[in-house]
């Protein structure tokens, strides 16, 4: 008592060391579960001194013993009064005891009871449905051995007077047979699924349910026997009988499940008999040995088969509804499920043709094999239009065995290589022949060939072939137009070579294929110009409708035609380019040509210096030899040229050999000048040492010099130039502006001509 009156005395000291905090370290360390001392005074190490730490701890230690304190002296006066309010507790928790531990017994018994008679009436339970089982088994087996006896009896009687027909006994039996198999199914079933259970009486049913089946496994195999032999029999009959008969065989075959014993029967009996006489070696070669010309007539005599001996088996199977189990939207009873043109007929047609007319399908000779694909092509699409009247039928036909087997025998890739190697091979001959003078313009319509060059005509010939009636296969459609695609390429790089043949750029290195063009000239470069335009008008306006015209109406003929229609203007677009490179070289060359005629002009100034020749009075010779090598080309060679581009390409050389023209005749001024300036002033040097006037030796002399004879002269041929732009090329020369500055030039010796006539 006396520590604790002292402790509250003390109050301040209380208060104060309460809240203390210390400074050196934070006071949630301790608590924390990984607190460990030598890292403590590690850490504190760091930063402040021992001696800090120390009184720290110290000062942290005293602040919590006054709060222990505290917290001690806060409840002190409710522990002291704990002991005095417990008393007489044991005595209650003795009498509560007692009623808890009878209360726990009787749950403890009362769940005994429970689960006893839970698992009786599990036990119950599953022993009922053992009985249940039990008397399943029992009853399948009844049934199993009563239909048996049924089914043998019908099978073994000769009294078919409760039935109207053999037929209606056959059909009674199937669908028994059917429910048979049905029994049988279950019981094996059902004997299987209890098969888990390990109770000894289930393994016991279980082995005597398969003693059972074991026994009645012969009778059920002579069963079927006997009814598959009798209704193949009877359905051999109905095949030359009425649609009644048929549909009844048709439903018991679906009845004992054994539709494709019926194909089969079918197929056999009936449709390999009459394709026997139809398809063979001597009706497929028509008199011809070793032809296929009569293969038409043998599809032609197939369909009349389908048409006419498989109409009855094609009406009883018909399915135009597929909700309908008996009669069609007609009402003509038919059989829904089987498919003959796919499982049956179609099989043998095809291993016939296969196995006695298998040369059809050799890809040797191309012309004989796409007739054949194309006759075979042809009657595929007879029989599906005239045997498939739903599109379900359609696809089942197209997704047949059958089907697909007859497709594959056919070796496209065989036959485009063959067509490939005759194309390209055609092409490139036509482009390695060197290139002689072409055909004259006025002569290709009555040859009827659209272009010049021999080379292009291959082109558009070989065009024509990849889309021909007679080569073009549908399937192959993407290997012909990029056939196609591939020859205008290659067309492509012949004008490339061309180009770089006639380039003035020329190196030294000797390009592949240039040599074709060695006994070409430049200019002729116009004949392949035009093909080139007129190759690229036929692809863009006959070609793409001869494309079109070989593809047929299908669901994806849009986008194929989309596809083929870029293809095409791509591969023209690639080709369009070189048309202006193309003009270039030889504009190049007529302007070479052209202003190697302006050689002459340097010999006017030797025809009249010192000559004391007359002045002149017309133009000179070589005026018309400037421009009659682009005039004989027009008139010559680009005559098929509209008249738009040739007074396009005129102007283009006329403007290149004008400033040319200005170009020597300013230089033949200038040197003129220079040359009587020079002149002159010699004579005035010589006369002023012999003391004559020269002004009035000159004022006598009222004749032209020889300078203005030549400045007259140079007058008079440009006059006449601008006389031959206007009467040959229709062009205004007063308006043409290299003429213009060319006019200007020698517009002021104009006035020379009056003086030469008076002189």
Same mark, same amino acid.
């Given at each position: 008592m006396s520590s604790l009156s002292s402790s509250?005395?003390?109050?301040?000291?209380?208060t104060i060391y309460g809240n203390y905090q210390p400074s050196c370290f934070a006071k949630e360390v301790f608590g924390n579960s990984s607190f460990s001392i030598d890292s403590f005074i590690s850490d504190c190490r760091k930063r402040v001194?021992?001696?800090? /730490?120390? !009184?720290? #701890? +110290?000062?942290?230690?005293? +602040?919590?013993?006054?709060?222990? /304190?505290?917290?001690?002296?806060?409840?002190y006066t409710d522990f002291v009064n704990l002991s005095s309010n417990l008393v007489g507790i044991d005595k209650v928790l003795s009498d509560l005891t007692s009623p808890l531990d009878q209360m726990r017994n009787e749950l403890y018994s009362f769940k005994h009871n429970l689960e006893h008679t839970i698992s009786t009436v599990e036990g119950k339970l599953i022993e009922r449905e053992q009985i249940s089982q039990q008397r399943f088994y029992l009853q399948l087996i009844i049934d199993i051995s009563n239909s048996i006896a049924k089914i043998e009896q019908?099978?073994? !009687?000769?009294?078919?007077?409760? @039935? =109207?027909?053999?037929?209606e006994r056959v059909e009674r039996i199937a669908n028994e047979h059917s429910q048979l198999k049905s029994f049988v199914s279950k019981i094996s079933e059902k004997s299987g699924v209890s098969a888990n259970a390990s109770n000894s009486k289930n393994t016991n049913y279980r082995r005597g349910i398969s003693s059972f089946l074991s026994k009645i496994q012969p009778r059920l195999s002579s069963i079927e026997t006997k009814l598959e032999r009798e209704l193949a029999k009877l359905f051999k009959q109905s095949l030359k009988g009425e649609t009644d008969d048929i549909l009844t065989c048709l439903r018991a075959y679906q009845a004992i499940d054994k539709v494709n014993e019926c194909y089969e029967i079918f197929r056999v009996d009936f449709v390999r008999p009459s394709l026997a006489s139809i398809i063979n070696i001597s009706a497929l070669e028509a008199g011809t040995r070793g032809s296929s010309n009569g293969l038409d007539a043998i599809y032609h005599s197939i369909l009349q088969f389908l048409n006419t001996q498989c109409t009855t088996i094609f009406n009883a199977t018909s399915v135009r509804e597929q909700n309908l189990d008996v009669l069609s939207d007609e009402g003509v009873p038919f059989v829904r499920g089987f498919d003959f043109l796919s499982h049956s007929i179609w099989?043998?047609?095809?291993?016939?043709?296969?196995?006695?007319?298998?040369?059809? @399908?050799?890809?040797g000779i191309p012309e004989t094999f796409h007739r054949n694909y194309t006759t075979s092509a042809v009657f595929l699409g007879e029989v599906e239009n005239s045997c498939c009247p739903t599109l379900t039928a359609l696809n089942s036909f197209r997704s047949s065995k059958g089907y697909k087997s007859f497709l594959g025998r056919w070796n496209l890739s065989v036959y485009f290589q063959l067509r490939f190697t005759e194309i390209s091979n055609r092409f490139e001959s036509a482009?390695?022949?060197n290139q002689q003078i072409p055909t004259p313009y006025n002569q290709l319509l009555e040859q009827g060939k659209p272009c010049v060059m021999l080379a292009t005509n291959a082109l558009w010939e =070989?065009?024509?072939? =990849?889309? +021909?009636?007679?080569?073009?296969?549908?399937?192959?459609c993407a290997k012909f137009l990029r056939l196609a695609l591939q020859i205008i390429a290659r067309y492509k790089g012949w004008l490339v070579i061309a180009l770089h043949t006639f380039s003035s750029e020329k190196t030294s290195t000797i390009e592949e294929g240039s040599e074709i063009w060695s006994q070409f000239a430049p200019e002729n470069l116009v004949f392949l110009f035009y093909d080139t335009e007129k190759i690229l008008q036929l692809i863009s306006s006959n070609y793409f409708g001869l494309v079109l015209s070989v593809i047929p109406n299908c669901t994806v003929r849009s986008e194929a035609v989309s596809m083929i229609e870029e293809a095409l203007i791509d591969a023209k677009n690639s080709v369009v380019v070189l048309l202006p490179a193309l003009s270039k070289v030889f504009l190049d060359h007529l302007s070479e040509k052209c202003i190697s005629g302006l050689t002459p002009l340097q010999g006017i100034t030797a025809t009249y210096r010192m000559t004391n020749k007359a002045p002149p009075t017309k133009a000179s010779y070589y005026v018309d030899n400037i421009v009659s090598p682009l005039h004989s080309f027009l008139t010559q060679k680009a005559q098929m040229i509209s008249s738009g581009v040739r007074m396009n390409w005129s102007k283009v050389v006329l403007t290149s050999v004008t400033d040319e023209y200005m170009k020597r005749s300013s230089q033949l001024l200038s040197s003129l000048y220079k040359t009587d300036s020079f002149l002159k002033n010699m004579a005035q040097q010589a006369a002023k040492k012999k003391g004559v006037d020269v002004a009035g030796q000159n004022s006598e002399n009222k004749g032209l010099s020889d300078t203005?004879?030549?400045?007259?002269?140079?007058?008079?041929? /440009?006059?006449?130039?601008?006389?031959?732009?206007?009467?040959?090329?229709?062009?205004?020369? #007063?308006?043409? /502006?290299?003429?213009?500055?060319l006019y200007r030039s020698v517009q002021e010796y104009e006035k020379l001509k009056s003086q030469a006539g008076t002189s």
């Open positions: 509250s005395s003390s109050t301040t000291r209380t001194p021992l001696e800090s /730490v120390r !009184s720290d #701890l +110290s000062e942290f230690s005293t +602040s919590l013993e006054n709060e222990l /304190v505290e917290l001690i002296n806060k409840d019908l099978l073994n !009687s000769k009294d078919v007077s409760q @039935f =109207c027909n053999a037929y099989v043998e047609i095809e291993e016939t043709i296969w196995d006695r007319t298998k040369q059809i @399908f050799a890809p482009l390695s022949i =070989c065009l024509l072939l =990849c889309f +021909s009636k007679d080569i073009f296969i549908y399937e192959l203005e004879k030549i400045a007259l002269q140079l007058f008079l041929d /440009v006059e006449k130039y601008g006389t031959l732009l206007e009467q040959k090329f229709e062009i205004n020369a #007063l308006e043409f /502006v290299p003429f213009q500055e």
